[in-house]
């Protein structure tokens, strides 16, 4: 009955040409990984809407633990490192063993990185207490030993906020840090392209003096998301300046995410208070919690992540006494806020 069970995928025209790709996609992924090639780098950079999270985890069992004996150590967060940057420049310095982490996002599912790389932890976001973190350490295609089992557990600690001593066999090796390959882009008239301009500023809606828009929260850097899986910038921290963020600000802030989610449909915004993720935008307004000096947080989600200053320019704006710029127009348009 188990290996029924294990085949039953196979018995509908749909699912075996989902097994057939997925094992396609395996051995492509297997034949390119070697000594030079992270698998959290390769899968950082792969743009797959296929590559699930279920599916990642197969991929990191049969590829890491599987075929290349890597040390395995998980934990369930007790206590979590706030800067994930500091952590990639330490882990850097390891360059006797290779290191995949994959961490079970509450949000977003099973997210997979390079942990000597602050542009690829950064998509793990805020990390939350009480959920799964996986370290796997290994030496490519050479046996692993006991100094990648030491390393997965050293790492799971930093990870958790503790401090390690770190053994000199860590330090000396040719498994230093490289990320994924990023092709070069060529200007349309064949000219060697310059540093690139940043985007002017969004203009705020005229309802009044324009506000600027509050320094971010950060924990880990934002760097820009082009491709590859689902990832989640850090938090960002949006003042109350209204006296009470009341059911005007609610509205506001309802009709700038319903834009900025017809612009990106396949972004989606997460609002926190208090470190409580709000399911509902109007549980913000009852009871009058919310007050004047309070902080609102929210993070993005996607495989190409836009118009995130944009947003808090105008969320800023949405959680002041400026909102009623917002609510123009019939209740069910949609506002077009992000071109």
């Known amino acids: 009955m188990a290996e029924l069970a294990n085949l039953e995928v196979l018995s509908t025209r749909a699912g075996f ?18 000594d030079k090639l992270n698998l959290g780098d390769m899968l950082y950079e792969l743009a797959d809407s296929e590559l699930t999270g279920g599916r990642i985890a197969l991929l990191l069992r049969m590829l890491l633990v599987d075929k290349l004996g890597y040390k395995p150590v998980s934990a369930n ?10 952590l990639a420049a ?29 542009e690829e932890l950064a998509g793990f976001g805020l990390l939350r207490k009480r959920e799964l973190l996986v370290i796997y350490a290994g030496k490519g295609s050479a046996p692993a030993d006991e ?44 000219q060697k392209s310059g540093p690139k301009k940043s ?10 003096e324009n506000l600027r828009a509050a320094a971010p929260v950060v924990t880990t850097s934002s760097p820009p998301i082009s491709k590859g899986l689902v990832k989640m910038t850090p938090m960002y921290s949006v003042a109350v300046t209204n006296e009470l963020f ?6 506001a802030w309802k009709r700038i995410i319903a834009s ?16 409580e993720k709000i399911l509902d935008i109007n549980s913000l307004f009852k009871w009058g919690k919310v ?3 309070s902080a609102i947080q929210f993070a993005v989600a996607g495989a190409e992540i836009k118009d995130v200053a944009k947003l808090q320019r105008y969320l800023v704006q949405g959680a002041s006494n400026q909102f009623e710029a917002f609510l123009r127009g019939p209740v069910s348009s949609v506002l077009k806020l992000f071109g």
């Open 291 to 293: 007050k004047h000096g």
């Open 199 to 208: 985007p002017k500023a969004a203009k705020a809606l005229p309802a009044g």
């Open 90 to 118: 330490e882990f850097a310095k390891w360059k006797g063993v290779d290191l995949v982490v994959s961490y079970h996002h509450p949000d977003l599912g099973l997210l997979v990185a390079n942990p000597k790389l602050a």
């Open 147 to 190: 100094d990648c089992r030491r390393a997965a557990e050293l790492a799971a600690v930093l990870f958790q906020g503790g401090k390690v001593k770190v053994p000199e066999t860590l330090l000396k090796g040719n498994f230093a840090a490289r990320g994924p390959a990023k092709p070069e882009e060529e200007p349309s008239n064949g």
């Open 260 to 275: 900025y989610n017809a612009k990106y449909p396949a972004l989606q915004v997460y609002i926190y208070y208090e470190g």
């Open 17 to 34: 040409n989902s097994a057939v790709r997925h094992i396609k996609k395996t051995l492509s992924i297997a034949e390119a990984l070697g």
């Open 77 to 86: 967060l007790a206590s979590v490192a706030e800067d994930l940057p500091s």
């Open 246 to 251: 009341h059911n005007g600000n609610v509205e």
